[in-house]
């Protein structure tokens, strides 16, 4: 136990490594932080309800295989005995110190949090006096003392700030650079009581650039969905101004350079907004605040225009276009993370449209989806009227248009991501539309 120390103590028991971490939650986001704290030298034993998962990393091997580093970095700390996985939590009873990282997702615009409540009543089963028990995992704010606390407090009657430390401390990476960020962006930190926020500080303090200690759990919370938040928000300014330059007949891209050749404006790219983060974390603060009398209009402004671009691009393919390719299948270039995907909900539209749909993803292996795959690019365009890029997969910049031409009924290819040369697209006898282009 080590919540129970004194802080000459807590410093002494992490210095030297003597602090055991039960890490509940393995995936994209929650391995990299296990496996780098182990790499540090803390005894680490990763809880996961995936069979799969727990045995692959006992093997020594990652089961998410597109992550900078990662594969390396378990190999080296599963053979030197710091890294464990497990399908229970019970076994995980004696660790000091639990970081959950399991995920929440959006019901319709409501937040799911539900794999956090299911957490909490499983710790309240193994607490015991002098633990520290720390949140990742995005939440509505409040979420860690208010329901994470409170379930371990009222079914193990172990109060927080008084028997067991409580702390939370949000996610700030992006694949396939997880690693790379984790060791370069500060690691934030909020927490019940000055000791909890010490605990955790100097846990993180051992691989991260610097902490950033915030003034309550609160706070902390509301930064990981603000981060997002903001991006989301910009993302949705760029997305109207794509539509606006589209009417004056200009092209975004070159706008956009353009304005963000000074350092006040910081303008991103135009595009489908999907992926584990950005399309949800508003909706955490939404639904929130909502119920708290507040509407906040920019915000949701912000989040159903960039849920209309959807809409847009399927308009874009007009009424005669019967068959569709559409390229790339991840939420984000050159990796491989299929769930959550802006891709999914577009090919939904489409075939709600009538559109006949056939996807390629060069990560795709045996998956199953309900619409037609394909690993082969100018396989999945045979017969096309149309082709919509819709994930910056590196492979897509060197499309062959003359190729592509011979094998497709018809010459409409929708840029959503902007990649491709218009003017050599036109010239190879394609009608272009990018978004803004």
């Given at each position: 136990m080590v919540y129970n120390l004194s802080g000459t103590d807590i410093e002494a028991r992490i210095s030297r490594r003597d602090v055991s971490i039960g890490f509940i939650g393995l995936g994209r986001v929650g391995l990299p932080l296990a496996a780098t704290l182990a790499g540090e030298g803390f005894q680490v034993l990763g809880v996961d309800i995936n069979e799969n998962t727990v045995s692959i990393i006992n093997s020594g091997s990652s089961p998410v295989t597109d992550e900078n580093g990662l594969s390396e970095l378990i190999h080296r700390v599963v053979s030197q005995g710091t890294l464990k996985a497990t399908l229970t939590l019970q076994d995980a009873a004696q660790c000091d110190v639990y970081i959950i990282a399991v995920p929440t997702l959006i019901t319709g615009e409501e937040p799911d949090i539900g794999p956090v409540i299911g957490v909490s009543h499983q710790l309240a089963k193994i607490m015991t006096p002098g633990k520290l028990v720390v949140l990742q995992s995005t939440v509505p704010p409040g979420t860690t003392q208010n329901t994470l606390g409170s379930i371990i407090q009222q079914e193990s009657g172990l109060i927080p700030g008084t028997d067991f430390g409580l702390a939370y401390s949000p996610e700030r990476t992006q694949a396939p650079q997880v690693l790379r960020d984790l060791r370069t962006y500060p690691k934030i930190v909020g927490a019940i009581d000055s000791k909890s926020r010490m605990i955790l500080s100097l846990i993180y303090a051992t691989f991260a650039p610097g902490i950033m200690s915030m003034s309550n759990l609160v706070t902390a919370e509301l930064d990981k969905v603000v981060e997002n938040t903001y991006r989301d928000v910009n993302i949705a300014f760029a997305n109207e101004l794509a539509q606006i330059c589209s009417i004056y007949g200009v092209d975004v891209q070159e706008l956009i350079d353009t304005a963000n050749s000074q350092p006040y404006c910081h303008i991103?790219?135009?595009?489908?907004?999907?992926?584990?983060?950005?399309p949800m974390d508003p909706y955490y603060i939404i639904s929130d605040l909502t119920r708290r009398n507040y509407a906040p209009r920019l915000i949701?402004?912000?989040?159903?225009?960039?849920?209309?671009?959807?809409?847009?691009?399927?308009?874009?393919?007009?009424?005669?276009?019967?068959?569709?390719?559409?390229?790339?299948?991840?939420?984000?270039?050159?990796?491989?993370?299929?769930?959550?995907?802006?891709?999914?909900?577009?090919?939904?539209?489409?075939?709600?449209?009538n559109k006949e749909v056939v996807v390629h993803d060069p990560y795709l292996t045996d998956e199953v989806f309900p619409f037609e795959v394909d690993t082969d690019i100018y396989k999945s365009c045979r017969?096309?009227?149309?082709?919509?890029?819709?994930?910056?997969?590196?492979?897509?910049?060197?499309?062959?248009f003359n190729k592509l031409g011979s094998i497709m009924n018809g010459r409409v290819i929708i840029d959503v991501r902007n990649i491709l040369d218009p003017a050599e697209a036109r010239r190879c006898g394609f009608e272009y539309h990018g978004l803004g282009r």
């Amino acid at each position: 136990m080590v919540y129970n120390l004194s802080g000459t103590d807590i410093e002494a028991r992490i210095s030297r490594r003597d602090v055991s971490i039960g890490f509940i939650g393995l995936g994209r986001v929650g391995l990299p932080l296990a496996a780098t704290l182990a790499g540090e030298g803390f005894q680490v034993l990763g809880v996961d309800i995936n069979e799969n998962t727990v045995s692959i990393i006992n093997s020594g091997s990652s089961p998410v295989t597109d992550e900078n580093g990662l594969s390396e970095l378990i190999h080296r700390v599963v053979s030197q005995g710091t890294l464990k996985a497990t399908l229970t939590l019970q076994d995980a009873a004696q660790c000091d110190v639990y970081i959950i990282a399991v995920p929440t997702l959006i019901t319709g615009e409501e937040p799911d949090i539900g794999p956090v409540i299911g957490v909490s009543h499983q710790l309240a089963k193994i607490m015991t006096p002098g633990k520290l028990v720390v949140l990742q995992s995005t939440v509505p704010p409040g979420t860690t003392q208010n329901t994470l606390g409170s379930i371990i407090q009222q079914e193990s009657g172990l109060i927080p700030g008084t028997d067991f430390g409580l702390a939370y401390s949000p996610e700030r990476t992006q694949a396939p650079q997880v690693l790379r960020d984790l060791r370069t962006y500060p690691k934030i930190v909020g927490a019940i009581d000055s000791k909890s926020r010490m605990i955790l500080s100097l846990i993180y303090a051992t691989f991260a650039p610097g902490i950033m200690s915030m003034s309550n759990l609160v706070t902390a919370e509301l930064d990981k969905v603000v981060e997002n938040t903001y991006r989301d928000v910009n993302i949705a300014f760029a997305n109207e101004l794509a539509q606006i330059c589209s009417i004056y007949g200009v092209d975004v891209q070159e706008l956009i350079d353009t304005a963000n050749s000074q350092p006040y404006c910081h303008i991103l790219q135009p595009g489908l907004v999907g992926g584990h983060c950005i399309p949800m974390d508003p909706y955490y603060i939404i639904s929130d605040l909502t119920r708290r009398n507040y509407a906040p209009r920019l915000i949701k402004t912000a989040r159903d225009l960039n849920n209309s671009v959807f809409q847009y691009v399927v308009d874009m393919l007009g009424e005669t276009v019967k068959r569709v390719t559409v390229l790339g299948l991840s939420f984000k270039k050159d990796i491989k993370s299929f769930e959550t995907s802006h891709t999914l909900k577009l090919v939904e539209l489409l075939e709600r449209n009538n559109k006949e749909v056939v996807v390629h993803d060069p990560y795709l292996t045996d998956e199953v989806f309900p619409f037609e795959v394909d690993t082969d690019i100018y396989k999945s365009c045979r017969e096309a009227d149309a082709v919509i890029i819709s994930t910056a997969h590196s492979v897509y910049n060197s499309l062959d248009f003359n190729k592509l031409g011979s094998i497709m009924n018809g010459r409409v290819i929708i840029d959503v991501r902007n990649i491709l040369d218009p003017a050599e697209a036109r010239r190879c006898g394609f009608e272009y539309h990018g978004l803004g282009r």
